[in-house]
């Protein structure tokens, strides 16, 4: 995955996430939006994961490093960066 392909990847799950947020607030008071939380939070983490890789990559061409070899690490890993 090039950095424009991460690029895009991270557009389409940003459109993703605003169109639950919107869809959730639009709703019904005491709907249930349980299907719509999960999947927020799995757009939550793959965007950890995009954000993390094109840095990785970024960082492999700045320091003269090939950035393909750049790889997806466990959201584990990615979320415990923000802890």
Do not use: F, T
């Amino acid at each position: 995955m090039d950095e424009q392909d991460i690029l895009h990847r991270i557009q389409s799950l940003v459109d993703e996430e605003r169109e639950l947020r919107d869809k959730a607030e639009s709703a019904a008071p005491g709907a249930d939006h349980a299907p719509d939380r999960s999947r927020l939070q799995r757009i939550e983490e793959d965007l950890d994961q995009c954000w993390d890789l094109l840095r990785q990559r970024r960082a492999k061409k700045q320091y003269g490093e090939n950035p393909d070899e750049a790889e997806v690490r466990p959201v584990k890993q990615v979320e415990d960066y923000r802890g």
